[in-house]
């Protein structure tokens, strides 16, 4: 594992007791930063912060409940977590695929569903920390996209929908942001093998692998990788970026 430097940094990230947001905490644990898991999953997420202090002594690890689609419950987390560090990096890795249909059969209450955990999420949660990151001067933010966000996977209309708009979400930002030294960019996976395929069709799993020149999914610690480079002060050029990590699937 080659070295990324986050030594005596803080960083947040949603959606942190699984999948990808959990190998985002452990890269960035064995990259020197303690880190504070956000997430609904009260149970989960102490399980979570459990592994992470065994497979990483002396780490420090803390949790904070969060509905990331509810505007107070992040206003109160970021409370809560401020309390504990400054943060310097925020993750936004929380999401749902919701269910894999046509759109004429989409449910509109699963629509509004994904929306709300996806896009508004990331707005509710870079909303509440932008201005704490401005005040210092220093922050690097990443929001977990998709490649179905840029492609539009058929039977995934919301999934797509909501990941194209956290790409827009995210150059917005990166620009309002440009006047400091925080940092805003977003990463484009193709699929990834985690829990969150138990939300998802066999059908639609293997729709998105034949998309895939490499032919296989990604590993999270690919991903984590990738996150936690973009969390780190070399990343001091690049904002408002979209990184793909979609195993020659993204064509632009």
């Not at 070295?3 to 803080?10: A, E, I, N, P």
């Not at 990331?122 to 401005?134: G, I, K, S, T, Y």
């Not at 690097?140 to 919301?158: F, H, L, M, Q, Y």
Request: neutral net charge; aromatic residues 6%; charged residues 20%.
């Amino acid at each position: 594992m080659n070295q990324l430097d986050m030594k005596g940094r803080h960083g947040v990230i949603t959606g942190g007791a699984t999948g990808l947001g959990y190998a985002i905490a452990q890269r960035m644990i064995a990259s020197g930063a303690r880190v504070t898991l956000w997430d609904r999953d009260i149970g989960g997420m102490g399980t979570a912060a459990e592994k992470l202090k065994a497979e990483f002594p002396g780490a420090v690890v803390a949790c904070v409940p969060v509905d990331v689609a509810q505007a107070e419950a992040v206003a109160q987390a970021t409370r809560q977590t401020l309390a504990i560090a400054p943060v310097d990096a925020l993750v936004c890795c929380a999401g749902i695929t919701g269910p894999n249909t046509k759109v004429w059969d989409y449910p509109v209450d699963a629509w509004q569903q994904v929306m709300n955990v996806n896009i508004n999420g990331v707005f509710l949660c870079c909303r509440e920390l932008a201005p704490h990151m401005r005040e210092r001067n220093y922050g690097r933010i990443v929001n977990i996209a998709s490649v179905a966000g840029k492609e539009g996977n058929p039977n995934a209309s919301a999934y797509s929908t909501s990941k194209a708009a956290v790409i827009g979400f995210t150059k917005s930002l990166g620009k309002e942001m440009a006047d400091t030294e925080v940092r805003v960019n977003c990463v484009t996976p193709a699929a990834v093998k985690t829990a969150i395929f138990d939300q998802m069709t066999p059908e639609h799993i293997q729709f998105m692998l034949s998309k895939i020149p490499l032919n296989r999914f990604g590993m999270p610690e690919e991903i984590a990788a990738m996150v936690t480079w973009l969390c780190t002060e070399d990343c001091s050029f690049t904002t408002g970026a979209v990184f793909d990590l979609s195993g020659g699937r993204a064509t632009y």
